[in-house]
């Protein structure tokens, strides 16, 4: 091969790697841009049907209904049942979640040695990767029995059993979030309070919880929008009464586990309950997303720089 065969042929080989790096950002862009795509078609799918819904069942009376009865010969459609069920499960797994999960993040972060510390924390979020299904039929088969020896009024089927549940599922996320958020407090901030005669306990309560609150906060706004997307603990627990109640030893249902009931096949395409699964769903969504949206204020107004 001559020189002027080498030269064509580099530049050939330049041209290519040229209109290979003019294509690599715009397939780039192509994938960034998928995830907003899927969202947008979900949020057009549900704006559509919950539409047809409202021009069926009036806005005002969907909203501040208190009884849902959407296979009744006389159906009614109010969503306070299922929002009630809703939060009362998700206040129940925080009331779990948060006292454990922070003080696990502590133990973590500020008192456990390196070596516990790789070993706990994987453990701990394994408790993640159990499938929530796992979750639910433990709740139905185990806790349950156990609450109702000490609740003798407790259903069998209630909001307490899978709410405790889910708080337990929910301990790594809290745990896990918080702990990366003291664990970036960097070093000079303890060893300045120590030097300054603090306690262990005190530099932790008055030194490196205040520092990271934007994280530890963010960890339980978040936790409580996985709560209130949980779906088969409370299916398979909460049983599917649509009761309208604070009581938490009756059964009751949420906004998941109905869209799970509808979804199932009883109602026909078409017809006003299966359009009142979208509108539970938009309720859902707007729900979850507003929990995010406050977990992200959140950590952007009380973020520390360090």
Known sequence: MNVQQLIAEKKSSRNFLSIFEKLIPKLLLLIATVSILTTIGILFTLLTETFEFFRRVPFLEFFTGTVLRPLSQEPQFGVLPLIMGTLL????AMLVAIPIGLMTAVYLSEYASEKIRKTLKPLLEVLAGIPTIVYGFFAFTFVTPILRSFIPGLEL??????????GIMIIPMVASLSEDAMSSVPNSMREGALALGATKLEVTS????????SGIIASFVLGISR????????TIASGSSKNFTFDITQSMQT???YIVEVSSGD???GSTIYY???AVAMTLFVFTLVMNLLAQYISRKYREEY
């Not at 089927?157 to 889910?166: A, D, E, H, K, W």
């Not at 709560?227 to 409370?234: F, R």
């Open 89 to 92: 499960s998700s206040f129940i």
């Open 157 to 166: 089927t209630n909001i307490l059993s899978p709410g405790i549940v889910m």
């Open 206 to 213: 008055r030194v490196i919880i205040p520092a990271a609150t």
């Open 227 to 234: 709560a209130i997307g949980e779906t088969m603990i409370v």
């Open 255 to 257: 906004m998941t586990a």
């Open 267 to 269: 109602a026909p395409a």
């Open 276 to 278: 009142s699964l979208y």
